[in-house]
């Protein structure tokens, strides 16, 4: 069965430090991939998105994801991450022109100010 | 964006009652509609999709008598969770896409749904 995995279940950062979240799924055929980032308290917000073209993608808030299709993998990064960078960040992927989003488990991202 | 509204955002209710979540997509027309469940430190998982004017699609493990689904027009559907009993507590999240072949879902802020 088609699923997503993230590797990390928390994170804890110092505010600056740089931040990888790793996602990889299991899909083989064509995919759109996305990052959705949920603050405390508050609904689902996309990051960014991935439908084709340039595999480097970037989304809101200084955050960019990379897609690596030999390896699977949909990784976000930030180069210098904020306490109010602080939520829980979900991977998740849907098949082509099919609609249904399979998400990951989400990571926890604690940014100590 | 598109924006999606969910209504109530938190309800309490007696075991045995029903309760009917209403999700709109404000500002565009939602060819087809989620519901997602979401329980305490795990990710979302995918309840049924459905389709304005049609029956919806439930996920395997998912009862479709309990958990009634009526996407009555292109930007409202209901999920009415009936005999609603303590396992049922949850937060219930909807998401509605825009048509096209990327199908990208926009979210409801969520409805937190407490069986006493």
């Known amino acids: 069965a088609q699923s997503v995995s993230q590797h990390n279940h928390h994170v804890i950062l110092s505010e600056a430090a740089s931040l990888e979240l790793g996602c990889n799924y299991s899909y083989g055929g064509t995919v759109n991939l996305f990052w959705y980032v949920q603050y405390p308290g508050q609904h689902l917000q996309l990051l960014l998105k991935y439908f084709s073209g340039d595999p480097l993608v970037k989304g809101i808030k200084g955050f960019e994801a990379e897609f690596i299709k030999s390896k699977f993998s949909f990784n976000l990064r930030k180069p210098s991450v904020q306490w109010s960078d602080t939520a829980e960040y979900f991977c998740a992927v849907n098949r082509g022109s099919q609609g249904n989003l399979i998400f990951g488990k989400g990571t926890k991202l604690s940014v100590k100010p | 964006g598109a924006v999606v509204s969910q209504h109530p955002s938190w309800v309490i209710c007696k075991s045995g009652t029903s309760v009917k979540i209403e999700c709109r997509s404000l500002?565009?027309?939602?060819?087809?509609m989620f519901w997602y469940r979401q329980f305490p430190k795990q990710s979302l998982m995918l309840m049924a999709t459905s389709n304005e004017g049609s029956k919806a699609t439930y996920e395997q493990g998912v009862e479709k008598d309990k958990f009634l689904i009526n996407h009555a027009s292109l930007t409202l559907s209901t999920l009415t969770v009936t005999s609603a009993h303590p396992e049922d507590s949850s937060f219930y999240i909807c998401s509605a896409s825009l048509a096209g072949p990327y199908n990208e879902q926009f979210f409801g802020p969520g409805t937190r749904l407490t069986v006493l």
């Open positions: 500002d565009f027309q939602a060819t087809t």
